[in-house]
């Protein structure tokens, strides 16, 4: 049984930090692509940070670049959201997913079949 728990949310004022953490069991391979995704109220889920399990290759959301960065510990397999210099519109749910299918598809453009329950971030003014 596929299971993400994340972990980390919560408020902090604009310039701050925060740090998530998603811890993965189940998998029976240890590649796969995990990621982090966001969903704010009134808007789609979108994506936040992407990374490939081997070799540790990620991508980010352009609003998101040089501010955020995911990592992944491959003894725990759990993966990382190191998120500073945070600002009010990076309020959302933040959602760990993961992916394991077989196919040649850049983590970044995957459809991720796992998810974690969510967790809140706030960023005051």
């Known amino acids: 049984q596929v299971q993400l728990v994340e972990s980390g949310g919560g408020s902090v004022q604009t310039g701050g930090s925060l740090r998530l953490s998603c811890v993965a069991s189940?998998?029976?391979?240890?590649?796969?692509?995990m990621g982090w995704f966001r969903q704010a109220p009134g808007n789609e889920r979108e994506r936040v940070a992407v990374i490939r399990t081997a070799g540790g290759t990620t991508a980010y959301a352009d609003s998101v670049n040089g501010r955020f960065t995911i990592s992944h510990d491959n003894a725990k397999d759990t993966v990382y959201l190191q998120m500073n210099s945070l600002k009010p519109e990076d309020t959302a749910i933040y959602y760990c997913?993961?992916?394991?299918?077989?196919?040649?598809?850049?983590?970044?453009?995957?459809?991720?079949?796992?998810w974690g329950q969510g967790t809140q971030v706030t960023v005051y003014s």
């Open positions: 189940g998998y029976t391979y240890a590649s796969k692509c």
């Open positions: 997913a993961a992916d394991s299918k077989p196919v040649s598809v850049p983590c970044w453009g995957r459809r991720y079949d796992n």
